[in-house]
């Protein structure tokens, strides 16, 4: 217990369990609505082009997170756009944002003259460097995601499952589907700096999975993969101190872990129960 | 004399360049049961669409007398995802999402309403399941529901007696045979034989709409409506199959 005492004395690793709660928070909530909606290659396609905002950012000299906030909401409006249309095949034109993002990062941190920056904390996060304006900013979003699916939850819920229908009774499914992509390449970006770009998109599917083997119902799917996530990622960053290996992946391998573990429980009680139902 | 429900006049649209309704004209009026058959690809659903305002109008018009959200509509089975978390009443109560918008809650009276209908269907029992439990029959009677429980003027739907047991089928043209005394239905099927005993009126639509109104329809008629079904008549072993005409 001292240990974790201790722990907490450090601001680095208040910081890091504030931005573990939020960005599980964040993930748990609209990595449900994604998986639901079969929208993770979508979330990739978004979370890559956004590198190549933080590359263009550097080399302007700006923040890099004002770089992958344009990149990821002009991809995500356009993959919305594009899929509203039909008429070019979607998972083609993500798969194209998707390389072109990375490239044009590359490109730009490599002109960069005289600078180079920790591009694996942008690949794989740096959850114990959140400074406190990262964190303000993180708060902000998470209570507006909560806000957003408590306001219209029924509404996100009955669009998600069918559209047409939705449309056919002229509910406003555009302006809905529109705030959600936005809040989508927000969260995205944001937990670029906790999971990072490689590694963000177990964050948004590997709790939401775990949580589904146990529960089809959409909202205890959302408790649960914030409770899955936030464990997870504690014990990902305990494990990252201890074995000294970087952050992020010590999380996601953490999460993936978990998935496993509860599948292969699931696959012994789904036994169990065949066994029970025969006698 | 009322105004029609849905007027739709030279009416051209379709997907991309390729063109799937050519110069159609038809008037839905109230209490009309018109069931709507077609050769696969020939534009059954793309008119569907069409009234229901999911895909643009190229040209022509289709005018409503229909308050909006007050066509309830059954869509095809397939491209519902069956592994999507939502429960059986969830489902029903989505039927209301037009008119509830996006700031009004969902009454006591919304969820006795869709209970009801629920009892109806005889499926209140499967309440709280999640719809990837359920059979072909149990799905389409919540479909149905949910087309249902806003009390439309209109019901469309499309291909209702895919995937669904003889029973069901059988209810399910009881229970539009109940409503229709009150609202008019358009159904698309791809069987003529197993709707022509119960609708009024008869759409043959191949890119082109021939409006038949009658409920008996020849081969001949079919022929020269250029709509190259196959007809079954069920009953009796064997099926007597008419091979498909063209001119």
Redesign the interface.
Known sequence: MEFFSGLFEYTFINHAFLASLFSSIICGILGTYIV?K?MVFISGGITHASFGGIGMAFYLGLHPFAGAVVFALSSALGIEWISKKG?IRNDSSIGILWSLGMAIGIIFVYITPGFTPNLMSYLFGSILTVSNSELWVMGLLTLIVIGFFWA?Y??I??????E?????????VN??NYSLIILIALGIVINIKVAGIILVMSMLTLPQNTA?LF????KH?IFYSIAISFVGTMAGLAGSFWLGIPSGASIIFTLALIFFVSKIVKIFIDKNNRTASLL | MNKPLIDIKNLNTGY?SQKALDNVNITVESNDFIGVIGPNGGGKTTLI?AI???IPVWSGEIVSNLE??K?G?L?QFN???KE????VK??I???L??????FNR?SILDKKRANELMEQAGIAKLKHK?I?HLSGGQMQRSLLC?ALI?QPELLILDEPSTFVDNQFEMELFEWLKELNKEIAIIMVSHDLGTISSHVKTIACVNQHLHYHKSNKITPEQLAHYDCPIQIITHGTVPHQVLATHKH
């Open positions: 639901s079969r008429n219209f029924r509404p819920l009955y669009f998600a499952f069918d047409n229908f939705a449309k056919s009774q002229k509910a406003p302006l809905i589904n529960s089809n119902n959409f799917i | 991309g669409k229901l305002g999911l909006a959200a066509i509509y869509p491209p519902i995802d999507f978390p939502i429960t969830e489902v109560l989505s039927g999402a037009g008119k509830k918008g996006l969902y999640n990837g949910r806003n």
